[in-house]
């Protein structure tokens, strides 16, 4: 105690041969080297080579990191494991570095050091990062993309359709693109066995003019024959009539409802339900000479908005059209059940009806491997199947 007393009593007194100058430029000086090492050390445990010095890593997440577009590329941009897990900010970047501590204890006590504990642990760890990503906007994935930068002109017809109203709603890209660097944990893997035989079925299908089909996938619609000028987006599984064929494009009618407020750019089934038809461009959607009103407006007593039932004649490519829509159904449904019972058991599809469950699918299908594609069929499967549409239902 009496040495502590002492040192204290040392470093209360001012100084007798040192200036304040003297001192101020030392702590300077110190300060300037304290932050540089520190500045440094960030820097350097911000490496992929310091990320992968752990065989934990090494040995799994950057293996597969090397077989994705993300590690090699026809432009050669390749983001290491701190782009991604890293943000760019020094804030965000030391919070972090904060968190990502807790993998030290991991290492410690080998947590994850064998290839069996790693792959069983998987789900857990992934969780973990898609929690962060989808919190803060999937910060890092915008340091390299962002949606005001994007060509729509050059995505694909695919890509474009989830893409664009990504962007409208400035969604997390994490929402998405799970699987885009590393595989997903194999308690989300499903089998997708018969899809490939209904678009098979779609294509060689020859559609008569006057008959009913349903689309078997979302597709591109067009205000000319020649399919050149964009007017919208058809959802998977949407009731139409054909109305004529020339060459490899057909002409569809589209009986829909939407409500009256806004643009009126989305297109719904039936009264009152939003079950997604189409999503028409801006420009189409107040373009009376294409979409026509049928009779008056019906208010939804639910809601309070005024809906009205139009219709819209516009054209598309041949080949996804099949004349009923159990079989589509009956793919919609094994997928439901397979893919979303990886935490629980899934809810009966009558359980809720046709407004709730895009809601509630929202929460689930994080947890599964579907594409955007696949996603839209399910939730519209589940809508058409709700309890708004099943007697004495829940």
Known sequence: ??????????????PVHLSLGAVTL??????????????????????????????????????????TVHWSNRSGVRATCPDCHVPHDWTDKIARKMQASKEVWGKVFGTIDTRE?????????????????????SLECRNCHDYNSMNWDKMSDNARRFMLPAAERNQSCIDCHKGIAHHLPEQMTFKDPALDQLEQRAQSLNAGAGEDYYTVKAITLYLDQSLTQRAGELEAATPVQV?????????????????????????Y??????????VLEKEVSQDASLVSVIGEAKV?????????????????????????????????????????????????????????WPGMFAGMVGFTNMDAATQALVLKYLQKHSSDFVDGAH
């Open 26 to 67: 030392v702590s300077f000086l110190a300060g300037i080297i304290f932050w540089g090492g520190f500045n440094t050390a960030l820097e350097v445990t911000n490496t992929e080579q310091f990320c992968i010095s752990c065989h934990e890593m090494e040995n799994n997440v950057y293996q597969e990191l090397q077989g």
């Open 269 to 278: 089934e039936d009264f009152g339900m939003n079950i997604t038809n189409l």
């Open 117 to 137: 504990k790693f792959l069983e642990k998987r789900l857990e760890l992934a969780q973990h990062e898609w929690a962060r990503l989808s919190a803060n906007g």
């Open 243 to 267: 109305l004529e064929t020339r060459g490899d494009s057909v002409k569809l009618s589209i009986p829909s409802w939407r409500k009256t407020r806004g643009f009126g750019r989305v297109l």
């Open 300 to 356: 939804d007593e639910m809601t309070g908005l005024p809906w009205e039932q139009v219709d819209i004649a516009l054209w598309a490519e041949k080949g996804a059209l099949l004349p009923e829509a159990d079989d589509v159904w009956n793919y919609a449904r094994e997928t439901y059940r397979t893919a979303c019972s990886v935490c629980h058991s899934q809810p009966a599809e009558a359980h809720f009806d046709a407004n709730t």
């Open 1 to 14: 105690m009496n040495l502590i007393r002492k040192l204290w009593h040392i470093l209360k007194r001012p």
